[in-house]
C-alpha cells in the first residue's frame, strides 16, 4: 500500500490544500494524520481527498468535538497513542509526541509521530519504523514537509511540499467544483 503521511497543519490552509493535491496525485491508499490539525476549519480541505484518514489528536487542538466530528467525514480521529490496522494489515501506531510511544505495549509494524517539526525516518531497537513526516505548515522551519510509505517494502520517504507554485484561492476552488456539479446535475 502506498500512504501518505503528513502532521503539524497548524491551520495553514493552503499547505493542506496542497497535501490533498499532492496525495490525490500521488492515488495513495489511504493516509495518516500524526495531530495538530488545530481549528475546525481546518477540515473542509481535506474532504477533498480520495482516500481514508487515520488520524490521532496533537497537542494544539482547539475544539476537539468540532474536529471529531468533521472527521467522521473523512476517516477516524482518536487520542494518541493510535493503532490502526491498514487494508494489508499493515499495524500503525500514531502518536502525535515521541513520548507517546514510549513504553507503549501495543504489537504494532510501523511508528508515527509528529511535534518536532523536523522529519526523520528511523528504526527502533526492534527493526520497526519510526516516520516523522515534519511540518505541513512550514511556520516553524520554513521547511514543510509530508512523508509517502510503502507497507509492501516497509521503506518511506520524506517529500517537500512545493510552495513556490501558486495555488486557486479557497474561495475559486469552491466555486468551481459548485460549477461542476450544477453541470453534473444539467446533464
Not at 50 to 65: I, L, Q
Not at 101 to 120: F, K, N, Q, W
Not at 128 to 140: A, D, K, Q, Y
Request: charge should be negative.
Amino acid at each position: 500500500m502506498r500512504v501518505g503521511i503528513f502532521a503539524d497543519t497548524h491551520d495553514h490552509l493552503d499547505n493542506i490544500r496542497r497535501v490533498v493535491a499532492l496525495f490525490n496525485e500521488m492515488e495513495v491508499d489511504c493516509i495518516l494524520f500524526a495531530g495538530d490539525l488545530v481549528s475546525t476549519f481546518a477540515v473542509p480541505p481535506l474532504r477533498q481527498l480520495n482516500a481514508k484518514v487515520y488520524a490521532c489528536f496533537g497537542d494544539n487542538e482547539g475544539n476537539r468535538t468540532g474536529l471529531m466530528g468533521g472527521f467522521k467525514v473523512i476517516g477516524e480521529l482518536r487520542e494518541a497513542p493510535a493503532l490502526y490496522t491498514l487494508e494489508d494489515g499493515t499495524r500503525v501506531l500514531l502518536a502525535h509526541m515521541p513520548s507517546q510511544l514510549r513504553g507503549c505495549e501495543e504489537d504494532y509494524d510501523i511508528a508515527v509521530h509528529g511535534h518536532t517539526h523536523r522529519p526523520s525516518i528511523e528504526k527502533d531497537l526492534h527493526g520497526r519504523l519510526v516516520i516523522n513526516p515534519g511540518e505541513t505548515s512550514g511556520w516553524t522551519f520554513n521547511n514543510p514537509t509530508v512523508a509517502l510509505l510503502d507497507t509492501s517494502a516497509l521503506t518511506a520517504e520524506i517529500i517537500p511540499l512545493n510552495t513556490e507554485e501558486p495555488i486557486p484561492s479557497w474561495e475559486e476552488e469552491r466555486r468551481s467544483r459548485a460549477g461542476s456539479l450544477n453541470n453534473e446535475r444539467a446533464d
